[in-house]
C-alpha cells in the first residue's frame, strides 16, 4: 500500500466517530430545509456546493422566517469566519502544496475535518502526504453528508419526531471541540462563546450566533495575543 492510500485511509478512520453523529445532523438538515420551502433539488444542492452544516441549518431556518437577505448573507458569513482560523492553523502544513490541492482542500475543510487533520498534523508534522490524510477526512465526511442530507429529504416527513436526532449536533461539536482544548485562550474563547449564546438565545434571525462566534474569536484573540511574548523595541 502506498504511502498516500495510507494516510488517506488513516484520514477516513479518524473521521469515522464524528461520521456517526454527523449522519442524522444531515437527515434534519434535509427535512428541515424542506419545511423551510426550499426545494429538493436547493437542498441538496446546498449540501453539494456550500457544505457547511451550521450555515445551512442557519440559511433554512432564516428563509423559513423570512429574513431579509442581508442578514441572512452577514449572519452565515460571521458563523463562518471560524473557517479562516482553521485555515490559517493549516496554512504552515499546506503551504508546500499547489494551489489545485489547497483549493480543493479548502472546500473540503469543516469543523469536523479539522480536528482530526490538525492532531494529525501537531503529532506528525510535515510530510510529503500529510495532505491525504485531511483529504480522506474531508472527503469521508462529504460523502456521508450527501447521503445523510438526501435521506433526510425523501424520508423526512416518516421521521418519528419524537426522536431527538438533534441533540447529535451538541454532541458532535463537543466531541470535536474538547480534544483541541489545550490552553487557557482555548477555553476561554469555547466557554465565553457557549455563554453568550445562551444568554441571546431568544433574539431573533439567530442574532445570538453572531454576538457569540464574535465573542468567541475577541477573547480568544485577546488572551492569545497577552501571552505572546512582547517584541522587544
Known sequence: MSESRKAFLNGVRAELPLLISVFPFGMIYGALALDAGLSTLASQLMSSIVFAGSAQFVTAQLVHDSAPGFVIILTIAVVNLRHMLYSASLAPYLKNLSLKWKALLSYLLTDEAYAPSILNYEKEGITPVGHWFLLGAGFSLWFI???????????????????????????????????????????????????????????????????????GIIVGTVLENAKSPRRAL
Not at 447529535?168 to 466531541?175: E, G, H, M, V
Not at 469555547?190 to 442574532?207: Q, R
Open 145 to 215: 453528508w450527501q447521503i445523510s442530507t438526501a435521506l433526510g429529504i425523501f424520508l423526512g416527513a416518516a421521521i418519528p419526531k419524537e426522536w431527538p436526532l438533534d441533540f447529535a449536533l451538541p454532541l458532535t461539536f463537543i466531541a470535536m471541540v474538547v480534544p483541541i482544548l489545550k490552553n487557557r485562550p482555548m477555553v476561554a474563547a469555547a466557554v465565553s462563546a457557549g455563554v453568550v449564546a445562551l444568554l441571546t438565545f431568544g433574539l431573533p434571525y439567530k442574532l445570538g450566533i453572531i454576538f457569540a462566534a464574535l465573542t
